[in-house]
Structures are given as structure tokens and as C-alpha cells.
Nanobody, 124 residues
Framework: QVQLVESGGGLVQAGGSLRLFCAASGGTFSRYAMGWFRQAPAKEREFVAAINWSGGTTYYADSVKGRFTISRDNAKNTVYLRMNSLKPEDTAVYYC?????????????????WGQGTQVTVSS
């Protein structure tokens, strides 16, 4: 069973950048596909980005494509989310998730393990 801890969230002005980190422990990290999701107040949790076990394949929600980049370092058991050109509508709690699969997954229901989340607030 893998444990996930997110960090790197904070308050940033519109147009700014943040880099989120998700540190994994308790499992063989390279066996897991990883994803980032977010949940704004009074809204459902939504998919942001996903990456396969090797880092060779990624997938993004249309709303973040071209602005966000997901990556991973299997030697450091860490997955990253680089967020550029942030908008107020990106404000949410961002969650890291893992699933024991070589291929990436998109749906919330596909992921077995979740972190506690990190708050990202983008001011206008």
C-alpha cells in the first residue's frame, strides 16, 4: 500500500506559477500510474493530469493543457505538477493519486490511493 503526501501549494497571483510535489512511500513507486486531481468548493473532484509508470505517456484535461506539466522521478518516488499561467479558476485543493497499473488512468474511480491534498489559491 502506498502513502502519498502533497506539498507546494500556496497563494499566487493570476499569471503566476507553482510546482506541486507528491512524495510516495510504502510501495514500489514505479509500478504505479499517477494522477493529479482538484476539487473546488461546492464542486466535484475533477481530473487534471495523469502519467504512466515510466513517465513516457501523459494526459491532460483540456482546461490545463498547454499550461500544466506532469512529470515523475521514480528514483525519488515523486510526481510533480508544474502549473504555469495560473488563473483564478484553477483555485482548488489539489490531490495526488496512485493506481497499481502500467498505463495511465483518467477517472477518479480508477485510483486506489489518495493524498490529503494541498491548497492552491490564485488571486485575480
Amino acid at each position: 500500500q502506498v502513502q502519498l503526501v502533497e506539498s507546494g501549494g500556496g497563494l499566487v497571483q493570476a499569471g503566476g506559477s507553482l510546482r506541486l510535489f507528491c512524495a510516495a512511500s510504502g510501495g514500489t513507486f514505479s509500478r504505479y500510474a499517477m494522477g493529479w486531481f482538484r476539487q473546488a468548493p461546492a464542486k466535484e473532484r475533477e481530473f487534471v493530469a495523469a502519467i504512466n509508470w515510466s513517465g513516457g505517456t501523459t494526459y491532460y484535461a483540456d482546461s490545463v493543457k498547454g499550461r500544466f506539466t506532469i512529470s515523475r522521478d521514480n528514483a525519488k518516488n515523486t510526481v510533480y505538477l508544474r502549473m504555469n499561467s495560473l488563473k483564478p479558476e484553477d483555485t482548488a485543493v489539489y490531490y495526488c493519486a496512485a493506481v497499481p497499473s502500467p498505463g495511465l488512468r483518467v477517472g477518479v474511480e480508477a485510483y486506489a490511493y489518495w493524498g490529503q491534498g494541498t491548497q492552491v489559491t490564485v488571486s485575480s
